[in-house]
């Protein structure tokens, strides 16, 4: 393949299938340190090739393979080819995942990748011509009936589901966890985090960065990342998002954007078709 000379990255979102984000991207030499989002990732690759940190292994995947991971997990992205790599990207919803998995099972439940890389080719072609028909095609019927489908491949092949009362487990990593999702701006203090889960500080951050691959200052400003692309989808100015979600300024934003994302909250908030208000 030749070399990628330019990177890109054009972001769209289909509104009128639920909560699903699709990005079209490709990258020479750009790293993404690690992260995570609150959406599910299905990725296709479509040039060279991309390796990755997530669940404490190194990954690598090619054309044809496809890169799977779960909302919160962390993780990191970089290039494993000489020339780059280029993908097919869908980020949907929870909601939207668990409604068409509740539709195929018939049965409540929150549905997950078991694995991270698979190689599927035939299903890498069809995420790759859906995602090229949700950006051209405004044909509600046809954009509709070829979401299900192809989703519907992924999550039989690729998915389990997990019952509701197995869905998480209390634990003070979890408590903490969900203490700074709760209020993302909040200025809590490592010291306050760790009384209120009877631990030490050294002992919450091993913990925590045990089971979510982050320590808990880093998990929270991807948290600030990943609640900044709703407020802008909603209208709300890049500087207003940054001082409601306790960034320093707008450029501190922009810069936790881009190393997460790749594209800065203003170009998300185009491609997003929002107007800031």
């Not at 890389?117 to 090229?132: E, I, T």
């Not at 009384?195 to 050294?202: H, I, K, R």
Request: a positive charge; hydrophobic letters at 45%.
């Amino acid at each position: 393949m030749p070399a990628l000379s330019a990177e890109r990255s054009e972001l769209f979102r289909a509104d009128d299938l639920g909560a699903l984000e699709c990005l079209d991207a490709q990258y020479a030499e750009r790293t993404f340190p690690p992260h995570f989002h609150e959406q599910f990732v299905v990725n296709t690759l479509t040039l060279g090739a991309q390796s990755y940190r997530h669940r404490g292994g190194l990954h690598r995947a090619g054309v044809g393979a496809l890169v799977l991971i779960n909302p919160g997990e962390v993780h990191t992205g970089e290039t494993a080819h000489k020339n780059g790599w280029a993908y097919r990207g869908f980020y949907p919803g929870v909601d939207m995942m668990g409604c068409l998995a509740a539709d195929l099972n018939g049965k409540a439940g929150l549905p997950y990748f078991r694995d991270t890389v698979v190689v599927d080719p035939g299903l890498a072609r069809r995420l790759d011509g859906l995602h090229l028909l949700l950006r051209d095609s405004r044909d509600a019927l046809r954009r509709e009936s070829a979401l299900a489908a192809v989703f519907s491949e992924v999550l039989v092949k690729y998915m389990r589901l997990r019952p509701h009362e197995q869905a998480s487990a209390p634990g003070a990593v979890e408590i903490v966890r969900q203490m700074l999702a709760d209020d993302p701006a909040a200025n809590h203090s490592l010291q306050q985090l760790a009384a209120a889960v009877g631990l030490s500080p050294w002992q919450l951050c091993r913990q925590f960065k045990r089971e979510t691959g982050l320590p808990p200052v880093a998990w929270r400003n991807q948290l600030r990342v990943a609640r900044a692309r709703k407020l802008l989808a909603a209208g709300m100015r890049p500087g207003a998002a940054a001082l409601e979600l306790g960034f320093a300024d707008q450029p501190h934003l922009t810069r936790a954007f881009q190393q997460a994302l790749g594209i800065t909250p203003g170009a998300y908030q185009k491609a997003m078709g929002a107007r800031a208000r």
